[in-house]
């Protein structure tokens, strides 16, 4: 059911057509309103006809709230033929309130015409043009440690530009997150991640130097850095700057449940003694990929819930996926 507001227009939409549902116009046809006080209002005129069997009406007579019904009467080949309709007239209102009408990551422009004026008739000589950012989402690190971390090449890079290189490597964090997260372990792995895969960006930006009176330069052709005081060799900076990236990309990958330099699988393993419980436990080791192996304290062999068998894995004895029964060496 459509709704409108109160004292609002409504376009009334009707097609006419056959059995066949061939659009076609009728010999003749009227609507009948009825208002939610029962008063009826029979229209015959001012139909406005867009195409074959296609007809609207502009009904503005909605002074009244609650659901008025259309019933439209026609004669198509001899014979009259009626349908309703029903729309809704909403009174009243609602209050809300909003913290923040403005969406995250957007640039906002302020635009000031030359033609405006204050209240002693003074005008501006030239438009005038400001912008500025509403708050990145996601943003896992602060501009300030980025400025830290990079030293002194960044220091005539805007602020915007660098939360922007932050935003996106946020966004990237995000997307190789493959486990669920687990603990604070993996929450300085991703800022660490961020913040060297957003100076790797900064550096493929297609920018020359940072100005003719600074001390600082930086180009792409040459593939170097100089500064009055600092001699970086970009290609070293780079290459440093990814391996970081790269260590942290996979504790990240990992949702915190390796640390920076573990594997992904089990560090070492050992050959078990056989066992005649052939069904309940075997030399198998769980899936990295479905269980997640903590730094290794211990080689002990254990179930997961819904698994019949015990495999090896490296756990914490009080870890909730621990099962309650042990074996012990040789058992």
Not at 6 to 35: A, G, M, Q, R
Not at 168 to 175: L, Q, V
Not at 176 to 189: E, S
């Amino acid at each position: 059911m459509r709704k409108i507001n109160l004292n609002s227009s409504i376009k009334l939409k009707v097609l006419f057509t056959d059995f066949s549902d061939n659009p076609v116009d009728p010999e003749s046809f009227y609507l009948i309103i009825t208002k939610p006080d029962q008063e009826q209002i029979t229209i015959d005129v001012g139909f406005i006809r867009v195409e074959l069997g296609y007809y609207y009406l502009d009904f503005n007579n909605t002074n009244l709230e609650g659901v008025y019904t259309e019933e439209w009467i026609a004669t198509i080949n001899g014979q009259e033929i009626s349908f309703d309709f029903q729309f809704e007239v909403l009174g009243g209102g609602k209050i809300q309130q909003k913290q923040n009408l403005i969406d995250y990551n957007q640039v906002i422009l302020v635009s000031l015409s030359n033609e405006i004026s204050a209240l002693d008739g003074s005008k501006l000589e030239n438009n005038e043009e400001a912008y500025y950012c509403t708050e990145f989402n996601p943003f896992y690190a602060p501009v300030e440690m980025l400025r830290v971390e990079c030293g002194s090449w960044m220091s005539n890079i805007p602020d915007d530009t660098l939360a922007l290189a932050i935003h996106w490597s946020s966004k990237k964090a995000d997307d190789i997150t493959h486990h669920k997260p687990v603990g604070p372990n993996y929450y300085f792995a991703r800022t660490r991640f961020v913040l060297f895969d957003a100076a790797i960006s900064l550096f493929t930006m297609p920018v020359g130097s940072y100005g003719s009176n600074s001390q600082t330069h930086k180009t792409l052709g040459d593939l170097s850095v100089q500064n009055s005081d600092l001699d970086l060799d970009i290609k070293d900076l780079l290459k440093e700057y990814k391996e970081q990236r790269d260590e942290w990309f996979r504790v990240v990958n990992a949702g915190g449940h390796i640390t920076l330099g573990q594997s992904l699988g089990p560090t070492f393993a050992e050959k078990s003694i056989a066992r005649k419980d052939k069904n309940m436990v075997s030399r198998q080791w769980h899936d990295p990929w479905n269980e997640y192996y903590w730094v290794p304290t211990a080689n002990a062999k254990y179930k997961k819930p819904g698994e019949s068998k015990y495999k090896s894995g490296f756990t914490i004895w009080n870890y909730y996926y621990f099962s309650t029964q042990r074996l012990g060496r040789g058992q």
